[in-house]
């Protein structure tokens, strides 16, 4: 029996991300904003997870906010930090803080698990509205070439540590909808235990990006190759966007 996304791995969570650079993330992020003449003092992580980003940016000084859909990770993220980082348990399409930010990040493909544009769309809507003025939306999604390339058809047996894995991952070009079906096989004081989990993406195009930007108030002010400052292109397997507040005065001096 297959366990809803992201709450069985949770406590494993950690483990199972290791390897991933999340210090290199972060000073990726903070190269974006800098560019963008941003020095940001608050910063809101959606899909914050175990909070492992919302950790480091707090190091770094900032005053952060995290917040996941998932209830088994932000129990995780609230264990690991006692209570220094306030973390909040909302689907991001509901968004509802009383706060706003300068920087607002959503990282790791975090928005594919968006299936439906219109949820996509009411989720950018939350964002702005928890924005400051001229405050940046940095996000990054799966380009099709992740999907394409079956990058989400993966195995760790054989590497054995906490957690192994392996993950079948199955693309319809025509939904581009990708599910992902997660065997996971821990290691619980020398005895193993497996779980399964299926995970479910959407693959969104740039211009549908940029017209949901659009209409939530938010001006795309770039699209790059993931952890570069080139444009984003066809082969492009994680692409990095920086959008903008739009100003009413900047609206009306459009019209």
Not at 29 to 44: F, I, N
Not at 55 to 75: C, E, F, N, T, W
Not at 244 to 254: D, G, P
């Amino acid at each position: 029996m297959c366990a809803e996304q992201f709450t069985e791995v949770a406590p494993w969570y950690d483990d199972l991300m290791a390897e991933v650079p999340y210090q290199n993330w972060v000073r990726y992020v903070e190269k974006l904003a800098q560019l963008h003449g941003l020095s940001p003092k608050s910063v809101l992580d959606l899909a914050c997870g175990t909070g492992r980003v919302s950790r480091i940016l707090a190091q770094k000084g900032y005053a952060v906010v995290g917040v996941d859909g998932s209830p088994a990770m932000i129990r995780e993220a609230q264990s690991k930090t006692n209570g220094e980082i306030p973390f909040y348990c909302q689907r991001m399409q509901e968004l509802s803080l009383n706060q706003r930010f300068d920087l607002v990040i959503c990282l790791f493909d975090s928005l594919n698990y968006i299936t439906e544009p219109s949820e996509l769309q009411a989720a950018f809507c939350r964002v702005s509205e928890h924005l400051n003025p001229e405050g940046l939306f940095i996000f990054d999604v799966n380009g099709e070439a992740a999907y394409t390339n079956n990058l989400f058809t993966q195995t760790s047996l054989g590497r054995w540590r906490k957690v192994q894995y392996v993950w079948q991952a199955d693309y319809n070009p025509s939904t581009r909808i990708c599910e992902v079906h997660m065997r996971f096989i821990v290691n619980e004081n020398g005895r193993k235990r497996e779980f399964f989990e299926v995970h479910r993406q959407r693959c969104y195009t740039v211009l549908e990006i940029q017209n949901y930007l659009q209409q939530a108030g938010l001006e795309c002010l770039e699209c790059l190759d993931a952890f570069t400052t080139r444009p984003a292109t066809k082969a492009s397997d994680r692409i990095y966007f920086v959008a903008r507040k739009i100003l009413a005065e900047h609206n009306q001096s459009h019209e």
